[in-house]
């Protein structure tokens, strides 16, 4: 029994990191460059072969070779001052610091350099790129979004009278219940009836002595 507790632990805490991992797969799209390559939802590391320079998503970070070590940074030095990112090739790359094996990556992607077949984010007219903020349109898509956003709250709250007025509307009609509780006594009127039925009986029963009476008579 300990040792099924213990599996089944570590399966509850395997399936909660895979949906954290699943979820920031889809959250990544806003924080690429604008000129990363598009068609990749989720995007750790970009290789970039002409120049031999690993660029880290999250950290918004360039990392190049200077002086016998790696060094990272917000922009690229100015020796790469012409490099133009939106018109180079940038491989994806999902590993954990790449650039410290850059010498098996440098061989295996040296093909790649001088290729210009990448359409960047920033060009892209694909809806779901807008969440990045520096896309050019996303301040339309923001107000686009508040406008649905202010649409579906008002078409709830309109869904929400209606449902009130309604609820209301039967309610009203609980008092026809009391009015049929009230046609209760015609069944005691009937019971009068009853009575003065059987009054009449008696007295039939006094013209059938007078009928006797008669009889005697003759």
Known sequence: MRYLFVIIVALFFSSAINAQISVNLNLNLG??????????????????????VWYNVPAHRFYYYEGGRWIYGSSLPSRYGNFDLYNSHKVVVNDRQP???????????????????QQPIRDSKDSKYFVNKNHPQHNT????????????????????????????AVKQNVPRHN????????????????????????GNGKSNGNDKGNGKGK
């Open 31 to 52: 924080s690429q460059p604008i000129w990363g390559p598009t068609g990749y939802d989720y995007a750790e590391n970009y290789y970039l072969p002409d120049i031999d």
């Open 99 to 117: 650039w410290i094996h850059d010498d098996n990556y440098r061989q295996k992607y040296s093909s790649f350099k001088g290729r210009h077949d």
């Open 141 to 168: 898509w923001v107000q686009q979004q508040k406008k649905v956003s202010a649409n579906q709250n008002s078409l709830n709250r309109g869904n929400n009278g209606k449902g009130n007025v309604r609820h209301n």
């Open 179 to 202: 009015a049929v509780k009230q046609n209760v006594p015609r069944h005691n009127a009937v019971k009068q009836n009853n009575a003065k039925g059987n009054g009449n009986n008696k």
